[in-house]
């Protein structure tokens, strides 16, 4: 027995009418998860300093990250962390602000971090290699507890770093703003600051750090500065 084709419309209508109702609610719903994230993806935070996203120091740094630094993500999207509290070398807590001026490698570290350790002599000699040319290596050490800063440097002093300064976060809430922000999930964790403070690229893992790729991303970072 054939159907009526005119019920048979009536019966589609709704499910279209559903549709376009269940359409509309993501949209709303996903509008107003980008509006509360800043707009841009950049969980808010162009708006610190007056930052704004650089596609051009984004394509450089990319072009530059190959060989061993072909993990190097290169961002610069605006990404700003005045959350993060750490305390510097000279004792003093201080926030990514301590590193305005230089084009800064952040790298976070513990003792108990096998690749963290095979690291270090290289980030020792890169930072001994470009700190009179406006760069620096800033270490993060993430050993928590009293006697974590005691850990750092007695490691320091084993293997002889001679170059880098030690910076620490006892409390480990700094690694927790960069896991909760999506930069980084484990250590190693490295972070190009630009001389503003903000995120220029981030690299999760270990890297052989004095390599000439690493030297030639580090040195089309300094270009992006001086030209």
Known sequence: MSQDPHNEAEKKAPNKW?????VGVVVAIATAVWVSNGGGGQNGSAG???FTPSPAIATALDEAAAGELAAFRATAKGEGYPEIKFVADTGESVGFDHFNGKVTLVNFWATWCGPCRAEMPALDALHAKYQDQGFQVAT????VGED???KAKAFMEEVGLKNLPLHADPTFEAFEVLKTRG?????PATLLIGPDGHEWGVLAGPAEWNSEDAHAL???ALALVNS
């Open 48 to 50: 610190t300093g007056g």
């Open 218 to 220: 580090i040195e089309a």
């Open 18 to 22: 559903n549709m376009g109702v269940i």
């Open 140 to 143: 993060i050490n993430l050993d």
């Open 183 to 187: 930069t980084a999930l484990g250590l």
């Open 148 to 150: 974590g800063l005691d």
